[in-house]
């Protein structure tokens, strides 16, 4: 097993487990006391990353897409900037997904997704998504009410649905070469407070502060239930949820590239192999260019 593999293996929930998120440690190093150390291993990761998706991109087979889902001030986009600060932009798509636009409700709750989904070859990165559909709206019923569903499909089993329906889109993506590894940032409700009041008091930090954030802090129980019921019932044996410890963002970070790189390692990707007649090419080709006096 490769120190990829043991270091993000503890954190992906296995597919009909219940899930307790109390039992998992926001502030959890994976005994990695040493800050330096983590550095050292995140770059060996983003160094490995850079590698297997350059064959990624020259294979133009598989496809791989990473979905983000956390809390607010969790670390998300600094997840996201640092372990893929390798990556060859060609080859990677990142959308945020705000509130949906009157266009996008007039839709089902997958089709805004669906147009960003990453080509053959590519890295497409999440950050939130269709989960937002059993998680805020789960929370704020009233955003259900505006979603324009025919009254008699809004049941008491339409979280239970949503579940079913994700797993499904979830099983034809990966039927069709497209890989999912999806990421809870855990992050404690003590850690969350630290960082906003950070963000009030720096003044370079200031943007980043929404009040519409501790309206959402107040309903922190009801969300945590949402995702305790969400990572059950949709992380499953080909698209698995890692519930990422996220009170250090330097461990965070680390975990989050390491379930990466055994992820794009375990599809053993390589450079396509030229054909005879291809390879008969580019001899002829190297001939016409030695000859050249220019």
Known sequence: M???????KPYRVEHGKKLRLKDHDPADTAKLHSQERAQELLAKSVARMAELQD???????????????AMDAAGKDG??????????PQACQVYSFKTPSAEEL?????????????????IGIFNRSYYEEVLVVRVHPEILANEKIPAPLVTKNIWENRFQDICSFERYLCRNGFVIRKFFLNVSKKEQKRRFLDRL?????????????????ERWDDYMNA?????ANTSTPHAPWFVIPADNKWFTRLAVAAAIVDTL???????????????????????VLLGSSK
Request: proline share 4%.
């Open 55 to 69: 064959k990624l991109y020259a294979q133009n087979r598989w496809g791989l897409l990473l979905i983000f889902q």
């Open 201 to 217: 008091q720096q003044p370079e930090k200031n943007w980043k502060f929404s009040v519409a954030d501790l309206h959402e802090r």
């Open 79 to 88: 997840a996201i900037k640092h372990v893929m600060s390798g990556v060859n």
């Open 106 to 122: 007039d839709h089902d709750y997958l089709w805004r997704n669906m147009k960003c989904l990453p080509e053959r070859g590519r």
């Open 227 to 231: 995702y305790e019921e969400m990572i």
């Open 2 to 8: 490769s120190w990829a593999s043991k270091l993000s």
């Open 265 to 287: 390692d375990n599809l053993n990707l390589a450079y396509p192999k030229v054909d005879p007649q291809k390879r008969r090419e580019l001899q002829a080709a190297r001939k």
